[in-house]
C-alpha cells in the first residue's frame, strides 16, 4: 500500500484534517481526494517554471511600442532611474508634477532617435510626497507616480 504524504500527493491538507478530526468515513475519505484533482487539477505538483518569481513587464515591451516604465528605486530618497523608449524620431517631453499638478522640473525636452532611454532624477531639494512623472513622445503621453521619502 502506498503511502500518501499531504499536500504532495494530492490529497488536501484540509481533508487529512477533516479526517482526523470529524472521523468522517473510510470510503469518503479516500475518494475525495481523487474527485478533488480531477475535477481541479493536481494543484500540488508544478513545476517550477511554472511560478513565477519576479516580473518587470516594461523590459520586455515590445520593441514597436513607445513605454514608460515605473521608477527604480520607488519609493527613493535621494535619486531614482526612470527608463522609457520610444520608437520614433522626435521631441520627447519628461516632467515631474506634485499631486496639484504644478510641474515641478522639467527632465527632458530634447528631439530623440528610437530607442530605450534612463534617466537618472535627483530628488534631493523636494520634500517626502508622492509625485508624477510624464512622458509625452508624438502622440503617446504616460504618466506614473513616485514617491520621496525621508525629504525634510
Known amino acids: 500500500m502506498k503511502t500518501f504524504y499531504p499536500g504532495v500527493d494530492g490529497i488536501p491538507v484540509p481533508v487529512i484534517a477533516g ?28 513545476p517550477l517554471s511554472d511560478i513565477v518569481t519576479s516580473a518587470r513587464p516594461e523590459l ?10 515605473q521608477n527604480f528605486p520607488n519609493p527613493f530618497r535621494i535619486s531614482t532611474k526612470i527608463r522609457y523608449t520610444i520608437t520614433n524620431t522626435g521631441k520627447v517631453v519628461l516632467s515631474i508634477f506634485d499631486v496639484y499638478g504644478k510641474e515641478i522640473a522639467n527632465l527632458e525636452n530634447i528631439i530623440q532617435s528610437p530607442g ?14 508622492a509625485y508624477f512623472y510624464r512622458l509625452n513622445a508624438g502622440n503617446y503621453t504616460m504618466t506614473r507616480k513616485l514617491l520621496v521619502t525621508g525629504n525634510k
Not at 520586455?60 to 516604465?69: E, K, V, Y
Open 116 to 129: 530605450t532611454y534612463e534617466f537618472e532624477f535627483n530628488a534631493q531639494n523636494l520634500k517626502s510626497g
Open 19 to 46: 479526517f482526523l478530526i470529524n472521523k468522517i468515513n473510510f470510503l469518503y475519505l479516500w475518494s475525495l481526494p481523487w474527485a478533488l484533482t480531477s475535477f481541479f487539477g493536481n494543484a500540488y505538483r508544478r
Open 60 to 69: 520586455n515591451a515590445a520593441i514597436n511600442s513607445n513605454s514608460l516604465g
